[in-house]
DNA sequence: TGCTAGAATTAGGCTGGCATAATTTCTAGT
DNA sequence: ACTAGAAATTATGCCAGCCTAATTCTAGCA
C-alpha cells in the first residue's frame, strides 16, 4: 500500500546528512565551513542547502552559530550509514572486495538500493553489527551503538587495548594499517609513549616479534577500546 | 593508471541511450516522441537533450526524422544493458529477488554501480548468457548474441518453440506469466491459433494437463525460438 | 570599548534537466 | 499541387546545485 519508498532526498542532501552528522558526532555541532570542507564544496553553496534543508525539518539552524540535525534528520543520516557499512560488509564478505577498495562503491550505491536491499544483504551476512572497518552498523530501527572509543595515542603505557574502528576514507591509509598487522579486532598492549606527540610502540596480540611503531597522527585517528587482559570479542 | 572510470554520462542521460538502443533495435530508428514516450518525458525535453546528445557524439540526429546511436553511444548503451541484466540476475540468484521485483531495484543500480563490481557479480554467477527473463547479456566487450525471436503469436499451429525472452517492466504482466508455467527456457507446441488476432492454445511441455491459452497482445510479446522436436538449451 | 580577522551570508550567475506554449516542418490524402 | 494534422523544434521559464564576488556578522584582543 502505502509505499513511500524513497520519496527521497536528493543524492546531495543524503551527503550533506552524513556530514552533518558524522561532524556533528565528532564536534557537538557543524559549522559551515567544517561542512564545506568535508563535501569539498564552496561556503555559499552550503549556507545554501543549509537553508533548504532546514526548511525542510532535516536540520536545526542557528544563523552564524552552526546547524544540527533534527530526530528526522538524524533518522536519514543513520540509515544512510546503516546503508554504506551493510554495503561495505557485502561487498567484502561476498564480492571479494578488499579493504581499501570498498568504500567508492559504497559510496556511490548507498544513494542507489532500497531498504529493501540492504536487508536482504544484512540477512544474508548474518545481520552483522560491526562492519570491517570495525565500525558499529546502526539497526534497521535507527539505533546505533554507542561506543567509548580511546585514541591509540592516548592509552597508557602498559594498556592492553583491542582496535575498534579504523575509518574508510583513505585507503592508501588502509593498506598502511594492513601491511602493520592492524586490523579491526587486533588486540595490543602498548610498550612506549614518546612525548611531543611522538610515535607509538605496541606489541601485537602479545607476540614480541610483532612490536609495530605508529606515528603519532595516525595513532590518534585509531579508536581502539580498553580491555583488562587476555580476551576476545 | 589511465583510470576513466566513469567521466560518466549523467544517470539521464544513461537512460536516454537505453531508450534509443530498445526503439533502434525495434524499429530501425528512434524518433522525437518515441524517446519521450518511452522515458516519460515531454518532447521538447527530448529534442534539448537529443542536441546535447548529438553535440557529444553519442548519437546521430536528422532532424525531424529521427535518432540512431553512433557507435560510442551503442556502447554504451550495451553497456547499461549489461549491467541491469547482470544486476537482475545476481539479485535474484544471490538475494532472493523475485522475477517481478527485480526490475525496479536493477533500474536504480545500473547508474551506481563500477564496471569492477558487475564484473564480480557476473564471475560469481559463473558469467551467465541470458538473464532470468531470458534476455541475452552483453559481454564486457559490447557484443550481444541477436537471436531472431518469433512473437508466440505468429507460430503455426503445430509447431514447437521454446520461450526465450519475456521482457522485465512490468510485474504484474511476469506475475500471471509465471502462474502460466511460462518463464524463459519453457518449450511447448501450439495447438491452436484464432483468427483476427484470437488468442494462441499452447501445450507445456507435451503435457496434456498443461495447455493454456494466450491472448493475442500477450503472445505477440513473447519472443520464441522455433525448435525442431524434444530438446533443451 | 572599538577594531579586525575570519566565518557566514547574500547577490548574482551558470549548467543540467525538466516543463508549457508557440511555431515550424514534414507527410499524406484529396 | 495543396493543405490539414501530426511531429518536431524553438522560445521561455523553473528548480536543484553548484560557483565567485561582495557584504555582514561574530568574537577575540588591544
Request: glycine content about 8%; overall charge negative; aromatic content about 6%.
Amino acid at each position: 500500500m502505502n509505499e513511500l519508498a524513497r520519496p527521497s532526498l536528493s543524492r546531495s542532501i543524503e551527503d550533506y546528512l552524513k556530514a552533518i552528522y558524522r561532524l556533528e558526532s565528532e564536534s557537538g555541532a557543524a559549522q559551515t565551513s567544517a561542512i564545506a570542507e568535508e563535501l569539498d564544496i564552496a561556503p555559499p553553496s552550503v549556507s545554501g542547502m543549509v537553508k533548504r534543508l532546514s526548511e525542510s525539518g532535516l536540520i536545526e539552524h542557528l544563523p552564524y552559530r552552526g546547524v544540527q540535525l533534527t530526530s528526522a534528520g538524524r533518522r536519514e543520516a543513520l540509515n544512510m550509514l546503516r546503508r554504506h557499512r551493510v554495503i561495505e560488509s557485502y561487498l567484502m564478505e561476498r564480492l571479494g572486495y578488499d579493504w581499501d577498495s570498498v568504500h567508492d562503491e559504497a559510496e556511490r550505491l548507498e544513494h542507489a538500493v532500497s531498504d529493501d536491499l540492504i536487508e536482504r544483504m544484512a540477512r544474508a551476512l548474518g545481520n552483522p553489527q560491526y562492519d570491517p572497518h570495525g565500525a558499529p552498523i546502526p539497526t534497521a530501527t535507527g539505533d546505533i551503538e554507542e561506543l567509548s572509543y580511546v585514541p591509540m595515542s592516548e592509552i597508557p603505557v602498559g594498556g592492553a587495548a583491542r582496535l575498534g574502528s579504523v575509518g574508510d576514507k583513505d585507503s592508501a591509509r588502509l593498506r598502511f594499517l594492513a601491511s602493520l598487522g592492524l586490523v579491526p579486532g587486533t588486540s595490543f598492549t602498548v610498550l612506549a609513549r614518546q612525548p611531543f606527540n611522538g610515535p607509538v610502540t605496541i606489541r601485537l596480540r602479545g607476540d614480541e616479534r610483532r612490536d609495530e611503531v605508529v606515528g603519532f597522527d595516525l595513532a590518534r585517528s585509531l579508536q581502539c577500546t580498553l580491555v583488562e587482559q587476555e580476551g576476545d570479542r
